[in-house]
């Protein structure tokens, strides 16, 4: 009997995962996964001490604990508090400072979930690892691949686009042919305590807590002029160009007949943040990108010009691209049609109809050939 490890995260998805592939006949067990301590003072990571009255990681464990029990199933628990600061948080605080928006639920797939953990799994003897993730196990060429799930609105394979390649053999992903509706339906069916439970949202490290209250732990908050990228005009002050993003629409406190505005740019040197008004897409638009450190996950021709589409966010429509493989894992885009809010730092995942072909970080934008960065220094000089 094939032996698989399901990473439970305390969430109906994982829960429900792990029925699935126990009704299919799996020997199956469970795994949490401890990632990210948030009262935890450890003076050697320089991770100041976060005075949270509950640990959202603890509630979820519980949960964990819970729908294991209701299902008959073993329960492990392993920590990658130091990992996940390591090669994902680091990361995020870095990028955050070069004034892009990373995606560090990406970095905790690649490093975390389907690396750490599969090697746990490994040595325990495990044969495969399984997550809720709403994504297909599919073939392309004979060889294993992802899918876009059945269910498109959860399909979460854009956050699976750095994983190795090698670990496509070994994870299974039950929920890749089922919607979310269902999904809910079969945790009633069992009388699972989070059959009702909310999904999480943003940044898994988080929680419930405010984003910039957060980073400014890490990040110091320096106010700075907001500029009207049109008139050139001081129209605001920001409270620090890290907690801005490109597209944002809120959250600037701008007041009066002012707006509404979109984030077209920012200038950490500077520390000056650009708004353009609402019918000023032409700041917003890219025409073309660049993705650096890009993982390929299905063999295609990269001699050769690819013709396929792309995701720069989750939950983005598919964008029509024509792709040209560089050297050393880069790989330049050229859209069909502008494309609004591609944000350095997030990651460009391109698609083969429903075959996730791999994903980079997008470097550097480019309006009809010009860098964005350089329009926009050029415009204000």
Same mark, same amino acid.
Not at 162 to 185: C, H
Not at 307 to 323: E, H, S
Not at 326 to 337: G, P, S, T
């Given at each position: 009997?094939?032996?698989?490890?399901?990473?439970?995260?305390?969430?109906?998805?994982?829960?429900?995962?792990?029925?699935?592939?126990?009704?299919?006949?799996?020997?199956?067990?469970?795994?949490?996964?401890?990632?990210?301590?948030?009262?935890?003072?450890?003076?050697?990571?320089?991770?100041?001490?976060?005075?949270?009255?509950?640990?959202?990681?603890?509630?979820?464990?519980?949960?964990?604990?819970?729908?294991?029990?209701?299902?008959?199933?073993?329960?492990?628990?392993?920590?990658?508090?130091?990992?996940?600061?390591?090669?994902?948080?680091?990361?995020?605080?870095?990028?955050?400072?070069?004034?892009?928006?990373?995606?560090?639920?990406?970095?905790?797939?690649?490093?975390?979930?389907?690396?750490?953990?599969?090697?746990?799994?490994?040595?325990?003897?495990?044969?495969?690892?399984?997550?809720?993730?709403?994504?297909?196990?599919?073939?392309?060429?004979?060889?294993?691949?992802?899918?876009?799930?059945?269910?498109?609105?959860?399909?979460?394979?854009?956050?699976?686009?750095?994983?190795?390649?090698?670990?496509?053999?070994?994870?299974?992903?039950?929920?890749?042919?089922?919607?979310?509706?269902?999904?809910?339906?079969?945790?009633?069916?069992?009388?699972?305590?989070?059959?009702?439970?909310?999904?999480?949202?943003?940044?898994?490290?988080?929680?419930?807590?405010?984003?910039?209250?957060?980073?400014?732990?890490?990040?110091?908050?320096? *106010?700075?002029?907001?500029?009207?990228?049109?008139?050139?005009?001081?129209?605001?002050?920001?409270?620090?160009?890290?907690?801005?993003?490109?597209?944002?629409?809120?959250?600037?406190?701008?007041?009066?007949?002012?707006?509404?505005?979109?984030?077209?740019?920012?200038?950490?040197?500077?520390?000056?943040?650009?708004?353009?008004?609402?019918?000023?897409? *032409?700041?917003?638009?890219?025409?073309?990108?660049?993705?650096?450190?890009?993982?390929?996950?299905?063999?295609?021709?990269?001699?050769?010009?690819?013709?396929?589409?792309?995701?720069?966010?989750?939950?983005?429509?598919?964008?029509?691209?024509?792709?040209?493989?560089?050297?050393?894992?880069?790989?330049?885009?050229?859209?069909?049609?502008?494309?609004?809010?591609?944000?350095?730092?997030?990651?460009?995942?391109?698609?083969?109809?429903?075959?996730?072909?791999?994903?980079?970080?997008?470097?550097?934008?480019?309006?009809?050939?010009?860098?964005?960065?350089?329009?926009?220094?050029?415009?204000?000089?």
């Amino acid at each position: 009997m094939t032996k698989v490890l399901v990473g439970l995260s305390g969430g109906v998805d994982s829960a429900v995962a792990a029925y699935l592939l126990k009704k299919q006949g799996y020997d199956v067990t469970c795994c949490f996964m401890r990632n990210w301590d948030s009262a935890l003072n450890n003076d050697t990571l320089g991770n100041p001490t976060l005075n949270d009255d509950i640990c959202p990681q603890e509630a979820d464990y519980n949960d964990a604990k819970a729908v294991s029990e209701k299902l008959g199933l073993e329960l492990l628990r392993v920590d990658y508090i130091s990992e996940y600061w390591e090669y994902v948080f680091k990361n995020f605080l870095d990028e955050y400072a070069k004034g892009r928006t990373p995606n560090p639920d990406i970095l905790c797939n690649k490093y975390i979930k389907f690396d750490a953990f599969v090697e746990f799994a490994k040595s325990k003897g495990f044969d495969k690892i399984a997550t809720g993730h709403y994504v297909k196990n599919g073939s392309f060429k004979g060889k294993p691949c992802l899918l876009k799930a059945h269910d498109l609105n959860k399909d979460q394979s854009y956050f699976l686009a750095q994983i190795k390649r090698d670990v496509l053999d070994i994870s299974l992903f039950p929920l890749g042919d089922i919607d979310k509706k269902e999904v809910r339906a079969i945790a009633h069916e069992l009388d699972l305590n989070i059959a009702d439970k909310k999904d999480s949202t943003g940044i898994c490290f988080i929680g419930e807590r405010d984003f910039r209250e957060f980073l400014k732990n890490y990040i110091p908050m320096k *106010k700075g002029k907001i500029i009207d990228i049109e008139t050139k005009e001081v129209i605001g002050e920001h409270e620090g160009v890290y907690y801005y993003t490109i597209g944002q629409r809120k959250g600037f406190g701008i007041g009066g007949n002012k707006g509404p505005y979109f984030c077209v740019g920012k200038d950490v040197y500077k520390n000056e943040l650009y708004l353009a008004s609402k019918d000023d897409v *032409k700041w917003l638009n890219a025409t073309s990108c660049l993705l650096t450190g890009f993982n390929l996950l299905a063999d295609v021709d990269k001699d050769k010009e690819l013709l396929c589409n792309a995701k720069f966010r989750y939950r983005q429509k598919d964008n029509p691209v024509k792709a040209r493989f560089l050297d050393n894992d880069e790989v330049y885009l050229e859209f069909r049609e502008p494309v609004k809010a591609v944000t350095e730092g997030q990651q460009g995942v391109l698609y083969l109809d429903d075959v996730m072909i791999g994903g980079g970080v997008i470097d550097k934008t480019y309006y009809e050939g010009a860098d964005k960065k350089e329009i926009l220094k050029s415009y204000l000089e």
